[in-house]
């Protein structure tokens, strides 16, 4: 028995072409916003999370890797990875991460604090990324588009190590995005 | 009414995090995303396979026989 195959099963191809861009242009990091503001839009306007089911480039990304490519070890998950504390605690630190950008960014287009332009990968590794940095942008466009590049690679990095181990999506059991959708539709409907 | 199939899918709604892997692999079109919180089975389509309980990376799904 084979499953229908539809146009979103091809959608990571956006995961590469995202990373991709990002690495020639930093400025294209910007697109990452599509990812934080879709599922947002399909939780709070339709109350689901379609955005999960079907057009998430991750989990369509970590599914051919790890089913289809079979690079999955495909062990079990502990269970305080799947626990509810751990997946809230990991949700509220990723939000505080991408609003610490968002001041990072306020700091460099207030002349506070000078442009940093490199890429951190799990908060620690730094990457120079100057070759990618298009200079005549306003300091702060790029100083965001850095640290949403950064934010956006190490949690890439997180998902395929889960894959890796785990099962192929196992990342989205403590994804702070399908975390968060997944509370919004729960508060929606609870009456 | 057509026969149900003598083993089902079960869903722990408290652990599924509604991602929709089982709405994926379900062979027969069963596994649903209620609300946006929860996978639920249709219990006419399920036929039991397990396909779903497979590649659940949470382990929400259990194959049990129907009581
Ligand atoms: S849980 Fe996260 S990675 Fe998984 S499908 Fe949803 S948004 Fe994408
Ligand atoms: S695969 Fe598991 S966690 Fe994901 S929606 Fe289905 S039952 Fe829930
Ligand atoms: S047991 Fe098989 S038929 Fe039933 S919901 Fe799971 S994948 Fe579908």
Redesign the interface.
């Known amino acids: 028995m084979k499953q229908k195959r539809h146009w979103y099963h091809y959608l990571w191809i956006w995961s590469i072409i995202y990373f991709s861009l990002g690495f020639v242009n930093i400025l294209f990091a910007w697109l990452g916003l599509i990812s934080f503001c879709l599922p947002l839009i399909f939780a709070i306007v339709g109350g689901n999370k379609l955005f999960c089911n079907r057009y998430c480039d991750r989990g369509q990304f970590l599914r051919v890797m790890g089913s289809q490519v079979g690079l999955s070890l495909r062990r079990e998950m502990p269970d305080w990875l799947k626990g509810k504390a751990f997946r809230y605690g990991f949700m509220i630190f990723f939000f505080a991460m991408f609003f610490n950008i968002i001041y990072v960014s306020w700091l460099v287009g207030s002349e506070i604090q000078s442009l940093q332009d490199v890429v951190t990968v799990l908060w620690s590794l730094q990457l120079p990324w100057n070759w990618t940095y298009s200079a005549g942008v306003t300091p702060w466009v790029a100083q965001f588009a850095f640290g949403l590049y950064s934010l956006m690679l190490t949690s890439e990095v997180i998902a395929i190590v889960a894959m890796l181990i785990y099962k192929p999506r196992s990342w989205c059991v403590f994804c702070p995005m399908g975390t968060l959708t997944q509370t919004i539709c729960k508060a929606k409907f609870k009456e | 009414m057509a026969k149900l199939s003598p083993r089902h899918a079960v869903v722990n709604r408290e ?1 599924c ?5 089982c ?7 069963a596994m649903q ?1 209620v ?3 929860f996978a639920s089975p249709l219990e006419e389509k399920c036929v039991g ?1 397990g396909m779903c309980a497979k ?5 929400a799904i259990k194959v049990e026989v129907r009581s």
Request: charged share 15%.
């Open positions: 652990i995090v509604a991602c929709g892997t709405v994926d692999v379900c062979p027969m079109e995303i609300q946006g919180s396979c590649e659940c990376p949470a382990s």
